[in-house]
């Protein structure tokens, strides 16, 4: 292949050799602060699969970091071909990849991408009657299937949620009363980037109550109290399956609004069990009764 170093040159992209650098701090203070990337607007994705999902997601990257003793010529050429036009493309010493990335597994690639607002009403195609089209005469209903987490209070918890919804393919996932930003580098990471293969909202559970009535959705709660066997409701509706935390469960605002408390049968010593492996479970049931004939 001729030289993809020469196109790279002809690009004229930038070299950053300092860990003075502004940029550079910048990229280590999205990293660390939640408050910096509410104020930019901006967050930070390490690793190409994980900057390769979030171009497919539709986030428009602002800058592309890479340090070429790491990551080859065609990598990166790669991602400069689906990337956003505007984005920058800097290469980095090794020294400042390594100040800047967490794995132990490096990739040679850091990305600075433009937050999305995560909001309810981003998820209203999902959860609304489809009406004719010219492609599709007849009026089709989609009923939703959602999952709900409240106060997650662990990134890597929410990661794992995000993981199993993705491998569900479900309609949506939705935070409420979120303990940190989606953007959380942690919660990136953990999620492999399923952060932005899935349609993902927060709000509070107020605010997601209400959304989910307006919109006849079902409210089905993980919780020991006044509680069915889950495997014997029918999830085949439009269907919200709402997850506490592992401590101290739903709050008693999720309780009163639920249209049926379900719970998972514990063989064992223990009532609980980890809350992206009892979410798994439930979504499951439910794709399980969907594929149904």
């Given at each position: ?13 930038k ?6 650098n ?9 990293q ?5 990337r509410?104020?930019?607007g ?5 690793g ?14 602002k800058?592309?970091l ?15 071909e ?11 010493s ?52 959602i ?10 918890n ?7 919804a ?12 979120p303990?940190t ?32 009535k ?13 509680s069915?066997p889950?495997?014997t ?10 997850v ?26 223990i ?5 992206s ?12 009764q969907?594929?149904?004939?």
């Amino acid at each position: 292949m001729v030289g993809l170093r020469n196109i790279f040159k002809h690009s004229m992209h930038k070299t950053i050799t300092s860990l003075q650098n502004p940029l550079i701090k910048q990229v280590a203070l999205l990293q660390e602060k939640s408050r910096e990337r509410r104020k930019t607007g901006l967050f930070v994705i390490e690793g190409q699969r994980e900057i390769s999902l979030a171009i497919k997601g539709g986030y428009l990257l602002k800058t592309l970091l890479f340090c070429s003793e790491i990551i080859s010529e065609e990598e990166i050429f790669v991602l400069k071909e689906s990337a956003n036009s505007e984005t920058e493309f800097i290469e980095i010493s090794s020294e400042i990849y390594e100040k800047l990335a967490y794995r132990s597994s490096t990739e040679g690639i850091i990305a600075v991408a433009n937050s999305k607002t995560l909001t309810l009403k981003n998820l209203l195609p999902t959860t609304r009657h489809q009406p004719p089209t010219t492609h599709n005469p007849l009026p089709t209903t989609h009923y939703p299937l959602i999952l709900i987490a409240e106060a997650p209070e662990k990134p890597g918890n929410i990661g794992a949620l995000l993981r199993t919804a993705d491998a569900a393919n479900v309609d949506a996932v939705i935070i409420a009363n979120p303990k940190t930003d989606m953007y959380n580098p942690n919660i990136i990471r953990s999620s492999v980037g399923c952060l932005f293969t899935n349609k993902v909202a927060t709000g509070s559970t107020s605010e997601i109550i209400s959304f989910l009535k307006e919109t006849n959705i079902n409210i089905y709660c993980a919780a020991l109290q006044a509680s069915v066997p889950y495997h014997t409701c029918d999830f085949k509706g439009s269907t919200a399956i709402v997850v506490g935390t592992e401590a101290i469960g739903l709050s008693e605002e999720w309780l009163q609004n639920s249209t049926q408390n379900i719970i998972i049968p514990m063989q064992g010593e223990i009532d609980s069990m980890n809350v992206s492996v009892a979410a798994g479970i439930l979504i499951f049931e439910a794709k399980r009764q969907r594929s149904a004939p």
